[in-house]
């Protein structure tokens, strides 16, 4: 299909920018997305096991109306206590809501499990998302085991040695004045495929290593021979998209729940009690639209995104990486 819009660089969209910081030794890491002059944002949760901070501010019923920045990290629950190195960044900046002298930057976080892949002892802090905060004034992240997709693997369903490598994806597009990106960390449980084509990029390996196999089909398999087998909670797609749209909160909602839609249409299984996916929307500039419009972009850009995400991952610490 031809579309009427054009692939453009994520840092054209206005009023935001984005870092990463990343341990490539211990294959963790975290991206951050600022905006200094605050944005509306909304979220949406469909996995069972979020790891996440502050996301109770983007209910419509909450009193403030916008945020300065959005972290994805790895370190699961640990990796909470990184946010309050992007809060300290801003703060010195004297960005957030005055409070007298004091500045409180309100900052939105989610986290991936990536302890299992090579080292759960290290895991982001305040110093490397601060270390994020100023690389984003650079405004040129990188994908692949970049940033929160350092650790990230997919395809995790059965054995740990069938695992692939994944990692940080990016996708942006203009369709007239309107801009749509999205940035995402893939940790699925399931296996990647191509929205577009139907192939399958990345997952479960066959026991042998050679090829790949289905991990929906392994769902269903397992379930004959055992019922009540759980699979592992080390999942977790997390991501956001960014609009020069201008929205309130309760339209970012629902541009956050359509972005959900990228999941759905490129990872299998996807949202189970096993994943806490969830994406984030975020309205950085004033440009009038029609929130179908969006939200219909949201998912398009997200399974580009997840694609992307893939596709920039070769071998690395032993797991086999989707790059051609």
Request: charged share 20%; glycine share 12%; with cysteine.
């Amino acid at each position: 299909m031809k579309y009427p819009f054009r692939e453009i660089d994520i840092s054209e969209i206005e009023n935001v920018k984005i870092g990463n910081a990343e341990d490539l030794e211990h294959a963790t890491g975290c991206t951050v997305i600022i905006c200094e002059n605050g944005m509306p944002a909304g979220v949406d949760v469909r996995g069972g096991g979020p790891a996440s901070r502050e996301t109770e501010l983007l209910n419509p019923a909450a009193t403030t109306d916008v945020i300065h920045a959005v972290l994805l990290s790895g370190g699961s629950a640990f990796g909470l206590d990184a946010a309050g190195g992007v809060m300290e960044y801003l703060a010195e900046k004297g960005i957030g809501f005055a409070v007298g002298d004091i500045h409180v930057p309100l900052v939105c976080q989610s986290c991936i499990f990536d302890l299992a892949f090579v080292s759960g002892d290290v895991r982001p802090n305040k110093e490397m998302a601060k270390k994020a905060c100023q690389n984003a004034e650079l405004n040129c992240p990188k994908q692949g085991n970049a940033g929160a997709g350092t650790g990230a693997t997919v395809g995790k369903f059965m054995e740990p040695d069938r695992i692939m490598n994944s990692g940080l994806g990016i996708y942006a597009v203009q369709l007239g004045d309107l801009k749509v990106g999205a940035v995402v960390a893939v940790n699925a449980i399931g296996d990647v495929y191509d929205f577009e084509t139907g192939e399958k990029l990345a997952g479960m390996r066959t026991m042998d290593g050679k090829a790949l196999d289905d991990s929906e089909l392994a769902l269903y398999e397992t379930f004959l021979s055992d019922p009540l087998h759980s699979a592992p909670n080390t999942n977790t797609t997390i991501g956001a998209v960014i609009t020069n749209a201008k929205f309130d909160k309760a339209k970012l909602n629902k541009i956050a729940a359509m972005g959900q839609n990228g999941l759905a249409r490129s990872i299998r299984p996807v949202h189970t009690l096993s994943d806490g996916d969830t994406v984030y929307a975020l309205s950085t500039g004033d440009v009038q639209a029609d929130v179908n419009v969006v939200g219909t972009l949201a998912s398009h850009v997200m399974a580009c995104a997840i694609r992307n995400a893939v596709l920039n991952c070769g071998d690395f610490h032993g797991a086999v990486g989707a790059r051609r």
